[in-house]
């Protein structure tokens, strides 16, 4: 069965840090991936997606993400965290169609 | 816009009660889906319509879960009679067409407790 591992838990950084968070898949047809982010007490919230094209993908907030095919990867990245960035970021996954496979997240904290 | 609204937000029950959570999607959105979320983990997906036909239930605990809408707008989600184990967040996500190349929208979830 597809899944999708988050092996990052649980990550603290401080303002102006790099991030990255880790995303592989197991599934090993052609996919759809997504980065969604939810804010403390807000909804879950579109981050980036990859569809096809460009596997450097750009997304809000300065976010972006890697699709490395050959790695079943998805990683998201930022440059310079903010403490706005506080948050839980879910990496989903599916294989063209409705249905989506989620992560377990990873909760960012980031100090100000 | 508005966005997928759901009501209640909380909701603290005793076991065996029976419980029903409501979603309003957003306008035009013809699909609409019910996630569970444990703590610590990411959204299930329980049900997807389309319209008013359930065509993926597959997840869906039947023995004691039901969903409906009945006119291809809102949608109710019910527990009856719920578990401590259902304990959890239900989560619920319309998009404009079937998902795979439609973004889905979630609201806020409905907290549920099971005392």
């Known amino acids: 069965a597809q899944s999708v591992s988050q092996h990052n838990h649980h990550v603290i950084l401080s303002e102006a840090a790099s991030l990255e968070l880790g995303c592989n898949y197991s599934?090993?047809?052609?996919?759809?991936l997504f980065w969604y982010v939810q804010y403390p007490g807000q909804h879950l919230q579109l981050l980036l997606k990859y569809f096809s094209g460009d596997p450097l993908v750009k997304g809000i907030k300065g976010f972006e993400a890697e699709f490395i095919k050959s790695k079943f990867s998805f990683n998201l990245r930022k440059p310079s965290v903010q403490w706005s960035d506080t948050a839980e970021y879910f990496c989903a996954v599916n294989e063209g169609t409705y249905k989506y496979i989620f992560g377990t997240g990873t909760r960012l904290k980031v100090l100000a | 816009e508005a966005g997928v609204v759901q009501s209640p937000r909380y909701k603290i029950i005793e076991k065996k009660q029976p419980v029903a959570f409501w979603c309003n999607p957003i306008s035009g959105h013809n699909t609409l889906y019910w996630y569970l979320q444990n703590l610590g983990q990411g959204p299930e997906l329980l049900i997807r319509?389309?319209?008013?036909?359930?065509?993926?239930d597959s997840q869906l605990p039947k023995d004691r879960f039901s969903a409906e809408r009945l006119k291809g707008v809102d949608s109710t989600l019910k527990i009856q009679p719920a578990e401590l184990g259902d304990s959890a967040v239900y989560l619920c996500?319309?998009?404009?067409?079937?998902?795979?190349?439609?973004?889905?929208?979630f609201g806020p979830g409905t907290r549920l407790t099971v005392l």
């Open positions: 319509y389309e319209n008013e036909e359930a065509v993926d």
């Open positions: 996500a319309s998009s404009l067409g079937r998902g795979d190349y439609n973004e889905q929208f």
């Open positions: 599934y090993g047809g052609t996919v759809n």
